[in-house]
């Protein structure tokens, strides 16, 4: 668990960087949150995430009369290709990450890279919801922690088998099945408060 002085300190550090953190005790809180920030009508880019799936966001969102473009609910890959491009184009995205640095890096591995594309730029306001497990020191031990934890992990829960999957830890493999294709530090934005990080205070997925 962190104290309040180190949550402190994160949220500063990603205010240096034009990134707008905030802190909630927990996924309801963080649920209510974005459900009274993001605006009647708003069209919502959704990433894949467990963390989203436990929040159960996409179908709360569909039912107050958002537009939501979630890939996962395609019933087609050429849904689910159509849904990834224009989710580029939305007014908010939301998704998880695979890391963040209490230096406020935000650090991602992406197969397709759809997810972190939207994160840099296209949507107008990104949300990424983080559990306090995925918070590291530094940017160095939170690009660890996505290619040893999250990638294999990730890659297992989409079907995939390179050898992280087995050996729980990345050797820069060169299998077909490779996950890592992308490997995305956000160090800050230009356009200000444009992501905004949700910091949680429980372990949320991996
Ligand atoms: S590069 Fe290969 S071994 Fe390393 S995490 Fe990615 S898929 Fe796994």
Request: proline share 2%; with cysteine.
């Amino acid at each position: 668990m962190m104290n309040k002085n180190e949550i402190a300190k994160i949220i500063n550090n990603f205010q240096k960087r034009n990134i707008k953190a905030s802190y909630y005790k927990n996924l309801d809180e963080a649920k209510s949150r974005i459900l009274e920030l993001i605006p009647a009508g708003s069209s919502i880019g959704i990433g894949n995430s467990r963390t989203l799936k436990r929040m159960n966001i996409s179908t709360e969102l569909t039912n107050k009369g958002y537009k939501v473009l979630d890939k996962t609910l395609a019933k087609t890959k050429e849904e689910s290709l159509e849904l990834k491009r224009k989710s580029l184009l939305t007014d908010w995205y939301l998704t998880g990450t695979n890391a963040v640095s209490s230096e406020g890096h935000i650090v991602n591995i992406d197969h397709s890279g759809n997810r972190v594309a939207a994160m840099i730029y296209g949507p107008k306001k990104v949300i990424i919801i983080v559990g306090i497990n995925k918070i590291t020191d530094t940017l160095r031990e939170a690009v660890h922690r996505a290619k040893n934890i999250a990638a294999p992990l990730n890659a297992k829960r989409a079907g995939f088998n390179p050898p992280c999957v087995e050996l729980n830890k990345c050797i820069d493999c060169s299998s077909e099945e490779r996950v890592c294709n992308s490997l995305v530090t956000i160090e800050g934005q230009a356009d200000k408060d444009r992501i905004k990080v949700f910091i949680v205070g429980e372990e949320l997925g991996f």
